[in-house]
């Protein structure tokens, strides 16, 4: 069982750094959205410091959104998400890999790129490893409710927004206490309380979201 | 007694059972909502006692406050429906279920209106990021999403299945949902303005709003079981009964 989300991962690592170019873009389109802002309203740093969490957060949210599709529709197009599903293993550790890869694909490089992000808009020195931590507890859980959404529209053609529809709303309570904790931290005080509950719903994401994803696959992807 | 009671609930959820029984039960609702209605109107919006804080409009609750009940009981129905119809694959709950969002999306809307509506006199503004507004609006986003996947998956079964899925996942989050909301408002802002702390009602009051949330309740048993049977003649439009039923017309 271990050995096959092993495998799963390392398949899934393995085609994504075939196609590099892939890799990078929700990246580069965090940090476009992200530098949207200041042209948008006002490089004035006083504004930006203020709208800095949300603003990073928000991209953060929307650059996930936007990569999930790569997380079941190619499978499900040339037919290997049906292979999965037939095999022995049980689709929840299969689903989990596969998620777990999506994370590492974008979640993690989002976290690592923040910092910068940060800099250009002019969050404190010291909030920005609340950022990272905030981030680094936040976006597994957007891999992991997204892979519902996705799971249930991957047979839908044109699934893109009907999936942003469906999984924004889900997203609220991350976005809620991620950008609340880097404003928290910003002030100075002690962002415990959001950071405990950003890892609470974690543990919450991952004991109940790759099962219903499994059930979601069932439903959608059997043709 | 088990084998019993499962014999039964197959029975009446066979649609065409369901069909000619819900026939019987939509008038009584329908009657019974109408009646309870006026007569919770009138007593609210003429015999109870005008508010000594907020003036006369604070009867706009008579409508405001079912809404907003029945826009959180309709929810919790539609899952719990959405459930029973994935669990026991009985497809008359996933009817239920996809009767019922357009009911509970308007029932929210509703309850926003009127709630935007009352809040110009009392707050000054239509809109408010209170933690229950934005709560009631995220509600309805997730009634957009669950009507969304419903109506864009093109097999039946497989749209009551998927976005049955949708609604229990919803479920789980709505409580979620609410307390984040309520701890980003309590944060952001302090007690500006937060609702009222509301005396204990006057009992002229309280009576013809439980008057009106029954009403309500009568009103989405009437509607939901009319769209249902709409769902069932659809659904087994080509099945024998149905032309037959059709025929006689």
Redesign the interface.
């Known amino acids: 069982m271990l050995k096959a989300f092993y495998h799963l991962l390392a398949r899934d690592l393995r085609l994504a750094f075939r196609s590099r170019h892939e890799l990078a873009n929700p990246l580069i389109f965090f940090v476009l959205v992200v530098s949207l802002f200041p042209l948008a309203v006002t490089p004035s740093a006083d504004l930006l410091m203020v709208m800095a969490p949300g603003v990073i957060w928000v991209s953060a949210l929307l650059s996930v959104l936007l990569s999930l599709d790569r997380l079941f529709k190619q499978d499900y197009e040339d037919g290997s998400l049906d292979q999965l599903m037939l095999s022995p293993n049980p689709l929840v550790i299969l689903v989990l890999a596969k998620v777990f890869a999506h994370w590492l694909l974008t979640g993690l490089p989002l976290v690592l790129i923040a910092p910068l992000l940060g800099m250009f808009m002019y969050v404190p020195d010291e909030a920005i490893s609340t950022l990272i931590f905030s981030l680094l507890l936040g976006t597994p859980v957007l891999s992991l409710v997204g892979a519902?959404g996705v799971s249930?529209?991957v047979?839908?053609n044109r699934?893109g927004v009907?999936l942003s529809?469906?999984i924004?709303?889900?997203y609220?309570?991350i976005l809620?206490?991620g950008a609340?904790a880097v404003d928290?931290a910003s002030d100075g005080m002690s962002v415990r309380g959001q950071l405990l509950?950003l890892a609470a719903?974690l543990a919450l994401a991952i004991s109940?979201a790759p099962l219903?994803t499994a059930?979601?696959l069932r439903?959608?992807a059997s043709r | 007694m088990f084998k019993r009671i499962w014999g039964w609930i197959q029975r009446f959820s066979s649609p065409k059972h369901f069909y000619s029984i819900s026939g019987k039960m939509i008038p009584w609702f329908a009657i019974s909502a109408i009646f309870l209605g006026v007569y919770g109107l009138y007593m609210g919006l003429f015999v109870a006692p005008t508010d000594y804080q907020q003036g006369e409009s604070y009867r706009i609750i008579f409508i405001h406050v079912p809404a907003a009940w029945m826009s959180m009981f309709i929810y919790v129905v539609m899952a719990v429906s959405a459930g029973i119809g994935l669990i026991w694959q009985i497809k008359l709950a996933d009817m239920i279920a996809a009767a019922s969002a357009p009911i509970g999306a308007w029932f929210t809307f509703i309850a926003l209106v009127t709630g935007s509506l009352w809040g110009k006199p009392m707050w000054g503004a239509y809109w408010v990021w209170d933690a229950r507004l934005t709560s009631e609006l995220i509600l309805l986003f997730l009634y957009f999403g669950y009507m969304a996947l419903q109506s864009s998956i093109e097999d039946q079964r497989t749209a009551d299945k998927a976005s049955g899925l949708l609604a229990i996942v919803g479920v789980v989050n709505i409580p979620i949902i609410h307390y984040s909301v309520q701890w980003w408002n309590t944060l952001h802002q302090g007690a500006t303005v937060s609702k009222l702390d509301k005396p204990s009602m006057h009992v002229d009051m309280l009576i013809p709003l439980l008057v009106m949330a029954i009403a309500a309740k009568l009103f989405y048993a009437a509607i939901v079981l009319v769209r249902a049977r709409n769902q069932v003649l659809y659904r087994e439009r080509n099945r024998q009964w149905v032309r037959e039923l059709v025929e006689k017309l």
């Open positions: 519902i249930l529209t047979a839908v699934g009907l529809l469906i924004l709303p889900l609220i309570p809620i206490f609340n928290v509950f719903v109940l219903a059930v979601a439903i959608t």
